[in-house]
């Protein structure tokens, strides 16, 4: 019972600065990305890509170029045998540039972060409210 | 007026039946982790059909796509948020789960099969997050999916179902969107509900150090207590959704290995370091290992203290996954496959 009245004051004290804190947090900001691929609508073609198919393509051609199974050289067998390990000694300057993923901090820009803000502050006073009222229990 | 309204709501809904009497010690968080599990997979369910309106599980289009929701969709970033954080709650809790199950025995006679059929939800789990984790369909996606086509492929004929050999024509993406949104949810929903009813026929597990001593109570009494813990679980799922967003790559580029799996399975990746074949041995040997538990383990004691090799199987196995994903997540990749 004591953890849940623990956890819940806990959270309400980090729950009503959020919205300050990230109003502030242009420190934290991470880099707009302003990719315009990004940007295009997502159900457009690729009509500059040599590979993309074009429109109305035969059933032969449902692969993607981008799809593991396209070619022949794609799964059977797997073609891990030339894959180049991270920090292997062929990671050579000629190998195309893969930007790794990685967690970062919620933008304050990005789009609903206020409604985001209040729908995480309403959890939070529907668990105090459970907490302090303890209805059923 | 809302005591007959209350009445007339409970005759006709059979509310009733659910003030049977359970054991006290329900009402604490070790014994609602199943609950909690359950709370963070509704999240999901409820999360995953929203953002299942944005994807297109295309291959050439399925990043774009989660990119599209991220960046241009109002509030898509909180959802897919909510929707991953969601994921690593239920891992902890379902782990967390399990370690409690085994620590008070409570897989021993007459609860073994409803331990099997909680080791059969953690694989669905597993398989859910496996496919989770493709759909996005950037560099980690593609590396997480090229090594279980190399696993499907050392299968040999019990591996083809899983490969684009088996439907000639249709995307693997498309086929692991199907399995993620309606194959795996409804097999697991099914088998939550079978977990659920063995709960309730075999009742809780007493207490090991005393059995005899533990009060009882109404179930709705246990199901406010779940409520409440459920709402805890969503706002930590919604405090880290506000202030940490999921890693997102870019589309991926095919035949480069560079990337680490999530945590839940970087264990296998610092496996596979040591040995290429343990990518298929570990986790086949540690399914094993949780499937012969009850088979193995007749003692009949439940008391930790009198269990001493099993505490210590429990130690060493935690110890040894915190090991190896700790080593996984510093390690540098060096066998070539």
Redesign the interface.
Same mark, same amino acid.
């Given at each position: 019972?004591q953890?849940?009245r623990l956890?819940?004051i806990i959270?309400l004290l980090?729950?009503f600065p959020?919205q300050e804190t990230f109003a502030q947090g242009g420190g934290h900001k991470?880099e707009e990305?302003k990719?315009v691929?990004?940007?295009?609508s997502?159900?457009s073609v690729?009509e500059n890509d040599p590979l993309?198919e074009p429109a109305g393509d035969n059933?032969d051609n449902?692969?993607? &170029?981008?799809?593991?199974?396209t070619a022949d050289e +794609? *799964?059977?067998?797997?073609?891990? %045998?030339?894959?180049?390990?991270?920090?292997?000694e062929h990671a050579g300057h000629q190998? &195309?540039q893969?930007?790794?993923?990685?967690?970062? +901090? *919620?933008s304050s820009s990005?789009? %609903?972060f206020g409604?985001?803000?209040g729908?995480?502050l309403f959890?939070?006073l529907?668990?105090a409210g459970?907490?302090f009222l303890?209805?059923?229990? | 007026m809302a005591n007959g309204l209350s009445k007339i709501l409970q005759d006709r809904l059979g509310l009733h039946l659910l003030e049977y009497d359970i054991s006290e010690h329900a009402?604490s968080?070790k014994y609602s982790l199943g609950g909690m599990t359950l709370t963070a997979f509704t999240v999901l369910v409820l999360s995953g059909i929203l953002l299942a309106q944005f994807f297109?599980p295309?291959?050439?289009?399925a990043n774009?796509?989660v990119?599209?929701l991220v960046?241009?969709?109002?509030?898509?970033?909180?959802l897919r948020?909510i929707h991953f954080w969601a994921a690593e709650v239920l891992t902890v809790t379902m782990t967390l789960h399990v370690i409690r199950v085994f620590f008070t025995a409570s897989y021993k006679n007459p609860r073994e099969i409803n331990w099997l059929i909680g080791i059969g939800l953690m694989l669905l789990m597993v398989t859910l997050l496996f496919t989770g984790t493709v759909m996005k369909w950037?560099?980690?996606a593609?590396e997480a999916?090229?090594?279980f086509?190399?696993v499907a492929?050392q299968m040999g004929i019990f591996g083809l179902p899983l490969?684009?050999?088996f439907a000639q024509?249709?995307?693997?993406?498309n086929r692991i969107y199907m399995a993620h949104i309606s194959l795996l949810p409804i097999i697991t929903l099914l088998m939550v509900g079978l977990h659920l009813f063995y709960v309730k026929y075999h009742k809780l597990s007493p207490l090991p150090e005393s059995p005899e001593k533990s009060e009882s109570m109404p179930f709705?009494?246990h199901?406010?207590?779940l409520?409440?813990?459920g709402?805890?679980v969503?706002?930590?799922i919604?405090?880290l959704?506000?202030?940490?967003?999921?890693?997102?790559?870019?589309?991926?580029?095919?035949?480069?290995?560079?990337?680490k799996p999530p945590w839940q399975f970087v264990w296998v990746y610092a496996l596979e370091n040591l040995w290429v074949p343990l990518l298929i041995v570990a986790p086949a040997l540690t399914v094993l290992f949780l499937v012969s538990i009850p088979f193995v383990d007749q003692n009949k004691e439940r008391y930790w203290k009198k269990r001493p090799l099993a505490m210590m199987f429990l130690v060493g196995f935690i110890l040894l996954f915190t090991f190896l994903i700790i080593w996984g997540k510093v390690t540098?990749?060096?066998?070539?496959?």
């Open positions: 019972m953890p849940f956890l819940s959270f980090f729950l959020v991470p990305k990719d691929a990004a940007m295009d997502i159900y690729k993309a059933f449902v692969f993607s &170029p981008t799809d593991l199974f +794609l *799964v059977s067998p797997m073609p891990m %045998g030339d894959m180049k390990m991270e920090g292997g190998e &195309p893969i930007e790794l993923s990685h967690h970062e +901090l *919620v990005s789009k %609903g409604t985001a803000v729908i995480t959890a939070g529907v668990f459970f907490t303890r209805l059923g229990e | 009402n968080i297109v295309d291959p050439e289009r774009r796509s990119h599209y960046d241009q969709v109002y509030l898509g970033w909180y948020g950037d560099q980690e593609y999916l090229a090594h086509l190399w492929e490969t684009e050999e024509g249709v995307p693997l993406l709705t009494r199901m406010a207590y409520q409440r813990a709402a805890g969503f706002l930590l919604c405090l959704a506000l202030t940490i967003a999921p890693p997102l790559g870019e589309e991926p580029v095919l035949g480069m290995e560079v990337t540098t990749m060096t066998h070539s496959m």
